[in-house]
Every structure is written in structure tokens, then in C-alpha cells.
């Protein structure tokens, strides 16, 4: 109840213009994961959130939370100003080193190559730029940043967001060594009931295709037959 509120309104539309902007459209560049033709193929009766996406989504949140928190408490040690202000910095740090591991669900970017996908980097070296100048004395008062906050409040802000994407990066790989096979074993059950239900149904439509040719044999045959027999009365009558 003792705490402050940890954003401003312009701190709150920095963070979601800078963040949110420009990393997003570097993704978009990334390139196809490596191993990708090994994974079988989507469900399409699945969510759009389906295949890991959630998982990293609650992932992700939950650590920046935290680290944002713990930003906010060591702050406010020394002053509710310094807590707003280390918060502040924290997510939006966050935020940006986490275009990293935001490139894969699976792969971490020590595999990656952090220069692979020069747009990601170009795109956080940006926003780094554009947050240190929330730093400049005439941009302080805008940003709500207290002549308090130091290069060693930086610096911590700095070491809780690394330390954030490398826990993303290592619930990474505790997910693929201990629960990706049995998320790959449940897709292939379901793909492998989809795969008989599709034949079921193949086999069906071939019986009743059958049935109507023989159907549409048996009219023309009838057919054929009522005319013969309709000619040879004329016949018999001329």
C-alpha cells in the first residue's frame, strides 16, 4: 500500500511506442527456424496461441514482472522517486533486450547468432539510443527521472534486464529437454487420429461414388432397354 505508482502517463506511451515499434518490425524479418521441416504439422483446429506461443507469452510476462518489482523495491530504499524511476527503466530495458529471445520459441540466441538477424540488432541498438536520451538533464523532469538516479541505478536496471533474458533463454531449454516430447507425442496422436478419421471418410465416399454409378448404369440400361423395345413395336406395327 506504501508503494508509488511505479509508471507516469508518458513513461507508460514511451514504453509501448518504443518497444513495441520498432523490435517488432525487425521480427519480422527473422528468418525460418532451422529444424522447422522436423516438427509436424500444425493443428489447424488449434488457437492461434496453440504450439508453445502461450507458454513464452506467460513466460515472458511473469519475468519482466518481477524484475520490474525488484527494480521498483531497490529503488524505493531510497526514495518512492528513485523507485519509479528505476521501474521505469527496468521494463523498458526489459523490453528491448528481449527482442532476443523474443526471435524463437525453441532456439535460444546463443544458437541463433546474435548478428543473424541484423534488423533485431539494429532495432535494439535504436531503442537503447532513444531511452539513454530519457537521461539527458533537460529530459528528466519529462520522464519523471530524479537527479538521484545514477550511473549504479542504471547499472542495476541494466543487470536485472539481462538477467530477465536469460531466464527466457534457459526456460527455453528446460522445456525442450524435459517436456517437448510429450507435447510432440500428443500432437502426433491427434494428427494420427485426424490421418484415420480421413481415411475412414475416404473409404465411405468411394462406397457411395460406387453405388452411384451403379445407380446411374442401372437407368441408362433401363433406358436402353424401354427404347429398344418401344422400336421394335413400331416396327412390328408398320
Known amino acids: 500500500a506504501d508503494w508509488a ?3 507516469t502517463t508518458i513513461q507508460l506511451l514511451f ?9 517488432a518490425i525487425a521480427l519480422g524479418f527473422e528468418n525460418p527456424e532451422k529444424n522447422i521441416m522436423k516438427n509436424p504439422p500444425r493443428n489447424p483446429e488449434e488457437s492461434i496461441l496453440a504450439g508453445g506461443t502461450i507458454r513464452s507469452v506467460i513466460v515472458r510476462g511473469v519475468i519482466i514482472g518481477l524484475v520490474t518489482i525488484l527494480a521498483q523495491y531497490i529503488g524505493m530504499q531510497t ?8 521501474a521505469f527503466a527496468t521494463l523498458t530495458l526489459s523490453r528491448i533486450i528481449q527482442t532476443f529471445a523474443s526471435r524463437s520459441n525453441s532456439e535460444t540466441i546463443f544458437s ?20 539513454s536520451m530519457t537521461l539527458l538533464p533537460f529530459m528528466r523532469d519529462i520522464f519523471s527521472i530524479p537527479e538521484i538516479f545514477n550511473l549504479n541505478n542504471l547499472l542495476i536496471s541494466f543487470v536485472l534486464a539481462i538477467s530477465a533474458s536469460l531466464l527466457m533463454e534457459g526456460s527455453k531449454i528446460i522445456y525442450d529437454r524435459f517436456f517437448k516430447g510429450k507435447s510432440s507425442i500428443k500432437n502426433s496422436k ?3 487420429e485426424r490421418a484415420s ?15 452411384v454409378r451403379i445407380f446411374d448404369n442401372s437407368i441408362s440400361f433401363s433406358i ?9 413395336r413400331v416396327k412390328s406395327f408398320k
Not at 224 to 232: G, L
Open 5 to 7: 505508482n511505479p509508471f
Open 197 to 211: 478419421t480421413c481415411l475412414l471418410l475416404k473409404e465411405e465416399f468411394k462406397r457411395y461414388s460406387s453405388g
Open 79 to 86: 526514495s518512492p522517486q528513485l523507485g519509479t524511476a528505476m
Open 190 to 192: 491427434a494428427l494420427i
Open 224 to 232: 436402353y432397354s424401354s427404347s429398344i423395345s418401344s422400336w421394335d
Open 15 to 23: 514504453i509501448n511506442l518504443v518497444t513495441d515499434s520498432l523490435p
Open 112 to 131: 541463433l547468432g546474435f548478428t543473424s538477424n541484423k534488423y533485431a540488432l539494429g532495432a535494439v541498438i535504436l531503442c537503447l539510443i532513444m531511452f
